[in-house]
């Protein structure tokens, strides 16, 4: 075997590697907790002053031996500087997610592996959030506003967006999880909250956020010669749901109401770092912001489960950051490649320089049009730090 080839085959056998490792954490499949509606109606019993006590799925794998494993991989094979950094990268980016994942439920140690892995939102993003709320919400009395399919409705609304895209998917149910939908990548599953009336518009949001960037970059990420496409380039959580909430954007379903509860979110994440209780947190969001009670509670559940999970504030930052990639006349179809972020793309377009990645098979149906009329969203947007 030439060097070349024993270059690239060292690269593609710890690849692999990863791959194999990898498919074992995927953190919302344990962060979510299985007790929510029990805990919610005793928490609402104590008059919001007792915090609830979740309860999280067990861990299937072993731990110790994963930060083994990962940190076994031969990386000075690789011959290529930059892509042997690359790597580097992504191995301690999945240490701290499996660092997240064996502390869920043991509070602030929870709290700062997700701190480590996710960071936490700037003055900036908290003033942005801030912006965000002083604008009037839409009426909620509003058809496309209105609860109207149950569970099954709605995925038979799912599977009919998803005609417009070649690839299939799995969708299962479940009362255990914060979301009222969520895509789990590593089974290319979607599922849905069975306890959730959907809405017209939640049904918009969520066919063009789960579907037509989530699992639009799932299923792109396949087909990779390297298989980290799929799993995830480190940090690449802010980029993904940047993309998934502006594909709201250009269909035309992201409205103030959801941006503000997007901007809520940031401040229940903020509160964290103030080290606010479950309860505290929500009667800011109840009392304070004039929140109504159930957002409050699930909301609060979301920045709290697993003992302080700070991811929610990305879906904000990444918004901005991926409008004005867009308004900056970029590419966006390049960060549809696979689970990639902003900071990497340089590596991306390296690795598809030098053979190792593929155009974007799949594109987000949305991002061919820009098909949004609401003012008010574009004038936030524009207006964001």
Known sequence: MNTANANTKALFDIDNDIDRLVKKIELLSYVNPTNIETEKERFYTSKY?????FTYPSI????????????????????????????QDIIYAYSGLIECIETIG??????????????TPTEDDVENAKFILHFDD??????????????FETEQKFRDYSKIYDFSYNIKFSSKMSAIAMVLNNIKTLVINKNHI?????????????????????MNGTLHPLKIFSHGFPNYEETQEGLAVFSEYMSNSLTVRRLKELAYRVIAVDSLAKGYSFSKTFRLLYNQYDLDRERSFYITVRAHRGGGFTKDYLYLTGLKKIYNYYK?????????TGKISLPY????????NKGFAVRAKHITDSYLVNSNTNKTVDFILESLK
């Open 49 to 53: 002053l007792s915090d609830p006590i």
């Open 60 to 87: 299937n794998f072993d731990r110790f031996n994963l930060h083994r494993e990962l940190f076994s991989q031969p990386i000075e094979h690789i011959e290529d500087a930059e892509i042997r950094q690359l790597y």
């Open 106 to 119: 043991e509070g602030r140690k929870f709290y700062y592996n997700s701190l480590h892995s996710f960071g």
């Open 138 to 151: 839409e009426d909620d009395k509003e058809e496309q506003f209105l609860p109207k399919y149950n569970q």
């Open 198 to 218: 959907f809405s017209d518009n939640e049904v918009a949001v969520l066919t063009n956020h789960e579907i037509g960037v989530h699992m639009v970059t799932t």
């Open 328 to 336: 900056q006349g970029k590419d966006i179809n390049l960060l549809l």
């Open 345 to 352: 793309i340089e590596s991306m377009q390296s690795l598809h």
